[in-house]
């Protein structure tokens, strides 16, 4: 999916927290710890992201015993361009400022 | 603050999610039981509350609960004014007179006569106030549980009762202002309750609702 729109900051942070650990499934609670953001502003992005295409989600079985499943997500591989996009052309514009 | 309060602040949050978001709302739920063991639940709550909110006005259902609870909130407007018009009809009754009747009783002959009217008027406009207000909380509350029979006795039962305040007020209150005012709050409730009845019924019918 073809994004026009530029991503917001929280957004930026979200698709950051992700591509650290990309092939990792990370779930809600830590994302927020993670980033900072607020439950609030957290799930609306993951539907979106997922609506989008850009993140996937699935429940997941507890490591501990006797704990329910939990919902994790990790970024797809159109996820993973647009986070490498915005970090290539963050380092061209941080190249372009120091020259 | 209370996990009592965050138990109850997450469940609001999760009746505000569509249907088609249940699994999002579960996967809150499995995450505010993780913010519980972590000790900050409410924040956790209050966030997807807010989320919750936010998504209203962009789905169906969200529409549907935002029109029938500004109808409620429509209704417990006028019922709070009338039951506080009933409590000053029994502080009337009670002291034998209020700014309304002295001015009357300013007026002269003609006034001294309203205001014995007034004043022999007061216990059956109380009674009737009273029964109007608390009537007009009982549709409020028929119309947020979607009972509409129930809605729609109730609401011919407040005009019935307001019919009666308007004829005792038409004798003793000089002035129409108040009547008019009855009448097009009763010809709002008369048009709304029947539509929300008929945006439910169309919701209830609608393919996304049959396979939920």
Known sequence: MIRNRQPSKQMLKLLAALAAKPLAWRHGYDLMKDTGLSSGTLYPLLMRMTEQGLVEAEWREPVQLGRPARHAYRLTASGFALAGSIVSEGDAASRLSLA | MSAGAAHIVMSLALRCLPDDDRQWGQAMQTEFDQALRDGKPFGFALGCLIAGWRALPFHA????????????????????????????????????????????????????????????????????????????????????????????????????????????????????????????????????????????????????????
């Open chain 2, 61 to 212: 259902d969200g529409r549907f609960a935002l029109a029938s609870h500004a109808l409620a909130l429509g209704l417990i407007v006028p019922a709070t004014f009338h039951l506080g018009c009933a409590l000053s009809g029994v502080k009337l009754m009670v002291s034998g007179h209020d700014h309304y009747s002295a001015m009357l009783v300013a007026g002269g002959v003609r006034g001294k006569v309203l205001a014995d009217a007034y004043l022999a008027a007061a216990p059956a406009l109380t009674l009737l106030l009273f029964l109007l207000g608390s009537v007009h909380f009982f549709i409020a509350w028929a119309t947020l549980d979607g009972r509409w029979r129930r809605a729609a006795i109730l609401w011919l039962a407040a005009t019935a009762i307001a019919a009666a305040i308007v004829g005792i007020a038409i004798a003793t209150v000089p002035g129409t202002g108040g009547i008019a005012i009855q009448f097009a709050a009763s010809a709002i409730e008369l048009a709304a309750i029947p539509l929300l009845a008929m945006w439910q019924n169309a919701r209830a019918g609608s393919p996304h609702h049959m396979e939920a």
